[in-house]
């Protein structure tokens, strides 16, 4: 191995290679690993650094400077504040109030339960609503057993377009704007955006969800 690094002229001495070199050495079989997802991207990264090293011959160092730490700082401090309000049982307070009411095999549950997701999504922003409850989505088929993936299939679409109903629903809409404003010199206000956001995704909620609910019921 070292003589592969020599031969590609760069010193692989250097503290940011050597560290990736480490740690991309596998456990020995004796040691049990667990599957772990949170490890999983930083396996992949670290690996992608490591063969950019060897293959193009660059540093990792060059490729983490342009890492946007401010945003995966943004992530850690949402997920541990998303494991501090899950404990506080709130969420599950408010679900099992709304639960009898938001039966998915009756028009008005399903009307309800779009509305707490839409709400829901503006409030704790859609990624941390879905950690919060789609373990819960069995449970909203009243007293039927639920079957097939119609609660999944729902909540999947109506969070996913609902984080564009305001500019704090959605992660990527904060990245976006905070990128407008450092790279373009454009000030994206939460009023400036609502104005499109509101409209644009009543419609796209509203107008499709015929379609994936039948979708849902079929499957």
């Given at each position: ?25 596998p456990p ?113 088929c009243g ?77």
């Open positions: 191995m070292l003589t592969l690094f020599n031969s590609l002229r760069f010193n692989p001495m250097t503290i940011d290679n050597k560290v990736l070199a480490l740690l991309a050495i020995p079989p004796t040691v049990p690993a667990e599957f772990n997802l949170g490890c999983i991207p930083l396996a992949a990264a670290i690996l992608t650094m490591l063969a950019d090293t060897i293959i193009n011959r660059k540093y990792a160092y060059d490729a983490m400077l342009k890492i946007d730490w401010t945003v995966i700082l943004m992530f850690m401090g949402l997920f541990i504040w998303l494991g501090g309000f899950q404990n506080t049982c709130f969420p599950y307070i408010v679900f099992n109030k709304l639960r009898p009411y938001m039966n998915l095999y009756k028009f008005e549950g399903v009307l309800l339960f779009t509305v707490f997701v839409l709400i829901g999504s503006n409030i704790f922003s859609n990624v941390p609503l879905v950690i919060l409850i789609v373990h819960r989505i069995d449970e909203l007293d039927e057993v639920c079957s097939g993936p119609l609660g999944g299939l729902l909540l999947a679409w109506i969070s996913t377009v609902a984080g564009n109903f305001t500019l704090i629903g959605s992660v990527a809409n904060l990245i976006v704007a905070e990128k407008a404003r450092s790279s373009a010199d454009y000030r994206l206000t939460f009023w400036r955006y609502l104005k499109f956001g509101v409209i644009s995704t009543l419609v796209t909620i509203f107008v499709p969800l015929p379609v994936v609910y039948f979708l849902g019921r079929v499957a």
